[in-house]
């Protein structure tokens, strides 16, 4: 009789169009691809991405995603994933991102699988700065709890490793594993060519992400505002509940007829390789897809220092500056827009993170090889 071939089960939200879901389609359809049996467990049918998963990979809908308050929703989706694992008896359950580890270690417990081990990985720093103070404190306390009882801890780099290990007792180190993430589509790796022609008139600036407090575009118009002198636009894709009150803040500032609110793109790349500049301006962020598809299309980058991770493997690529630092980030900008548009070579970090690579990795790291 053939020996079963690994099965991974994967819990998402929806399948939107941020960083997580796009690394999550990555794995399910290449994992599937490989001859892993996948299946994805979705709060929601709907989102951005929904229409390219891989016939190959398996779609179940959770009930209870529709609850009012997180408690009641939390406790409804981990129920209807716990009857999930029941179902399928995957070898893996992986919760992707940090939303869903709580529904999906409610589930693991509830389910009562032992032959299913469970993965979380941590997709936004455990310590965000400053290090001290309650927030922090509940992070820790949670990264803890979750580490008695996940089966294994995925982590997006060696900085991001270090960090976690030093909250752990010594025998819990071994649950970590670092992965690297799949980013980088073929078609990303085959737009090489630098000389693109920028568009006429003010240099292009682009920033792609969600409208949220957490992307704090807010400190990115203010630290504009203050570079008015010099010729640039901004271009703002994403949508999120912050569009309005960016909106009138670029207002406020004076600087609306250099802003504009673009919404979701589904490939950004010809604005990228258009672009003088990509602007990150998170608070807290481990490693944001958006970071190699700028590296791929030779665009600088300006960003914050919102991980170690971002750090570790950006600090000789991007102008980096402190999360909420105004006059840093204006600084690092007016530097940037000041000298001729260079960017480093990107061909280590396209290997490196390809979707081929990163499947790989997340195949090793989770024992689906």
């Known amino acids: ?61 959770l009930a209870g995603g529709e609850q009012t308050g997180r408690g009641l929703r939390l406790a409804a989706m981990g129920g209807a994933l716990a009857g999930v694992i029941r179902d399928e008896r995957p070898d893996v359950l992986l919760s992707p991102g940090n939303h869903m580890h709580l529904a999906a270690l409610f589930a693991h417990r509830r389910a009562g699988v032992g032959d299913c081990r469970l ?53 819990l180190t071994t649950k970590l594993r670092q992965v690297d993430n799949p980013y980088v589509e073929q078609a990303m790796a085959n737009r090489r060519d630098p000389d693109v022609a920028p568009p006429p008139g003010p240099q292009l600036l682009l920033s792609i992400g969600r409208l949220t407090a957490q992307k704090d575009q807010a400190m990115m118009l203010d630290a504009l505002a ?21 909106a009138e803040q ?47 299309a030779r665009c600088p980058i300006v960003a914050t220092s919102a991980s170690p ?4 493997l950006f600090g000789d690529r991007a102008l980096l500056s402190p999360p909420g630092d105004v006059t840093a980030y204006r600084a690092q900008l007016a530097a940037e827009l000041a000298q001729p548009k260079t960017a480093p070579d990107p061909a280590e970090y396209l290997t490196r993170f390809s979707i081929a690579a990163g499947v790989a990795s997340h195949a090793a790291a989770l024992g689906l090889l």
């Open 226 to 246: 203050g570079l008015v002198h010099l010729p640039w636009r901004l271009m703002l894709l994403g949508e999120g509940p912050l569009r309005s009150a960016l």
């Open 1 to 61: 009789m053939a020996e079963r071939a690994p099965h991974l089960l994967i819990a998402l939200h929806r399948l939107g169009s941020g960083g997580v879901e796009r690394v999550a389609l990555h794995l399910a359809n290449g994992l599937a691809a490989r001859g892993n049996a996948v299946t994805l467990a979705l709060v929601r049918g709907d989102g951005e991405l929904i229409g390219k998963v891989s016939p190959q990979v398996a779609v179940r809908l």
């Open 309 to 312: 991770t971002i750090v570790d």
């Open 119 to 171: 993965a979380l990985k941590f997709t936004n720093p455990i310590e965000r700065d400053p290090p001290r103070g309650p927030p922090n404190a509940l992070r820790r306390a949670f990264f803890r709890f979750a580490a008695r009882r996940a089966d294994t801890l995925l982590v997006l780099s060696e900085a991001a490793r270090r960090q976690a290990a030093a909250l752990l007792p010594a025998a």
């Open 250 to 296: 670029a207002a406020r500032l004076g600087i609306a007829d250099r802003v504009e609110l673009a919404g979701y793109v589904d490939d950004p790349a010809p604005l990228l390789r258009q672009a003088r500049a990509f602007l990150l301006s998170s608070r807290y962020e481990e490693l944001p897809a958006v970071l190699f598809e700028a590296l791929a």
